[in-house]
């Protein structure tokens, strides 16, 4: 792989030991994927933030290093609130290591905003090479804003904010971003996340890591959202196209004769959405967007919750809609920000949660060892206040 | 005998060859560094010192932190030699400062376990015990 002068020197380790192994990670990266040469990134979003799933060892890697980001750096979801983790039930050991590792990454120049929708923070743009760790961020990026991004790790990430650079091969690359398989869907699409989200939660399982084509429907970005966080939890979809929607798929036309075909019947969406009894709810995965947050707030207007109910967003959003968030907590609802139902512990203790996310409904089983069952945002309420 | 380099540095070691893909996070106990996976054709042995030789990594992005926690803890293998590199031992490797190599020649598959290899990460050699390089 061609390295510049500069680049070099700080693999020779003339800028640190720290800079010296992130650019160690970025070459041999560069070389296990055939890449060419490293290219400037304009922003990072790095995985391995909740101490719940770094632990102790990742912590201690983290406290190792000694560098600064280069590029504007924000973090995946922590394990709790960063405000007020004591009424969200965070045991006080855990809150002590989950401010350790925000401290670890406050230190190396990142920004303390804890989500996975980076995009709702800094405008990205069209083309913009970056280099993000959540799955449900990268195949938004890739799709609905057109910017390109692998799928990194998080020391991958961290390497990629601290030199500035990634390895110039995968989804950086125009030619790699081409539709490999076409996805029909059976039936009316419905205008529900939770309905996009059972659509992708199945397209996820049919299409595995290739890159599919949508055609004949028009989702909204927030339904692109839904759907693509469902088929990166599914699949390892890290990129798709709508065609005549999605950017890319505006730009280029890509034909699609020849390509594979796949179909999501009526009957398999149905099949998910069944209808048992839940102990709490959880929507806000991928975090909620300020439209999302006003969907609820109007759903829960007037109304009292019955069951725990939490609302994820990330802070900034939260901030930015205070009078939403009032509405919500009014019902007795909570609005949690900086954390997830998938990464917090707090979610541990249910035996079953109703999500409207086709991701939740794939991560909650193993990852909060609880029962999902999937419904639109209007069922959760209703699950929620019934 | 020459293959790539992926992680820096000089190890020597022997061989513990494992037919099967790894996973560290939950498949070797980073306080002991013994593989735990049940059923694997390794399990019950310690990677500690010795040149771990497996096809390629599995399971989850975390167990590079687990490679990390085997180096910190004082058990972790003198190198690792994989078939075809990935990321999560990749990435591991480097942060733990454990030599890596990949890509090896097929004749390096006919070494009898046990026998004593130096790897060198930064050349990509894997030499004989007793031979120069």
């Known amino acids: ?386 | 005998m020459q293959g790539r380099g992926i992680s820096r540095g000089r190890g020597t070691g022997e061989l513990l060859v494992s037919p099967e893909p790894i996973s560290f996070l939950s498949g070797v106990d980073p306080e002991t560094g013994v593989v735990v996976e049940h059923d694997h054709p390794l399990e019950g042995q310690s990677v500690t010192g010795k040149v771990l030789v497996f096809p390629y990594g599995k399971g989850s992005t975390v167990g590079s932190y687990v490679i990390y926690a085997l180096k910190q803890n004082g058990v972790a293998p003198a190198a690792i030699i994989n078939q075809e590199a990935e990321p999560i031992i990749a990435v591991g490797a480097i942060i733990a400062g454990i030599p890596m190599v990949d890509r090896l020649p097929p004749e390096f598959y006919k070494l009898s376990p046990g026998r004593k290899v130096t790897v060198n990460g930064d050349t990509g050699e894997v030499c004989l015990d007793g031979e120069t390089g």
């Open chain 1, 1 to 386: 792989m061609y390295l510049d002068n500069d680049d070099e020197r700080v693999l020779a380790g003339e800028f640190g030991e720290t800079r010296q192994k992130m650019m160690e990670i970025l070459v041999a990266l560069g070389e296990v994927y055939g890449a060419g040469k490293l290219i400037p990134i304009t922003g990072a979003q790095v995985s391995g933030a909740s101490y719940k799933t770094i632990g102790r060892w990742g912590l201690a890697w983290l406290q190792s290093l000694n560098a600064r980001v280069v590029v504007p750096t924000v973090l995946n979801p922590i394990g709790m609130p960063r405000e007020g983790w004591q009424d969200f039930g965070i045991d006080e050991e855990f809150a002590r290591h989950q401010a350790e590792v925000v401290e670890a990454y406050r230190r190396l120049g990142v920004r303390l905003e804890c989500t996975c929708t980076p995009y709702y923070l800094r405008i990205t743009e069209y083309g913009e090479h970056l280099a993000w760790s959540e799955s449900s961020a990268v195949v938004y990026a890739n799709s609905v804003l057109g910017a390109r991004t692998n799928r990194e790790g998080g020391p991958s990430a961290l390497a990629a904010a601290i030199i500035g650079k990634t390895p110039y091969y995968g989804l950086h690359i125009v030619e790699n971003r081409r539709p490999q398989v076409v996805i029909d869907i059976e039936g009316d699409t419905g205008p529900h996340a939770g309905h996009w989200g059972a659509i992708g939660h199945i397209a996820g399982k049919k299409v595995g890591n290739r890159i599919p084509i949508f055609q004949g429907i028009r989702p909204n970005r927030d339904q692109l959202k839904a759907l693509g966080a469902a088929m990166a939890a599914t699949g390892a979809v890290a990129l798709f196209h709508v065609d005549g929607i999605t950017p890319e798929a505006r730009v280029f036309s890509f034909p699609t004769d020849g390509l594979d075909r796949v179909t999501v019947t009526e009957d398999e969406i149905e099949a998910l959405f069944e209808d048992t009894g839940v102990e709490a709810v959880a929507v806000g995965c991928p975090h909620c967007s300020a439209d999302e947050l006003r969907e609820v707030a109007e759903l829960l207007r007037g109304k009292t919750t019955t069951k725990p109910f939490y609302v994820f967003t990330a802070a900034w959003i939260a901030k930015n809609n205070l009078d939403l968030v009032s509405v919500i907590e009014r019902s007795g609802a909570r609005v949690i920000t900086d954390t997830c139902m998938v990464v917090s512990p707090r979610m541990d203790e249910f035996r079953s949660i109703m999500v409207d996310s086709g991701k939740a409904f794939a991560y909650v089983p193993g990852m909060c060892g609880a029962i999902a069952r999937i419904g639109t945002r209007a069922e959760c309420v209703e699950a929620a206040t019934s």
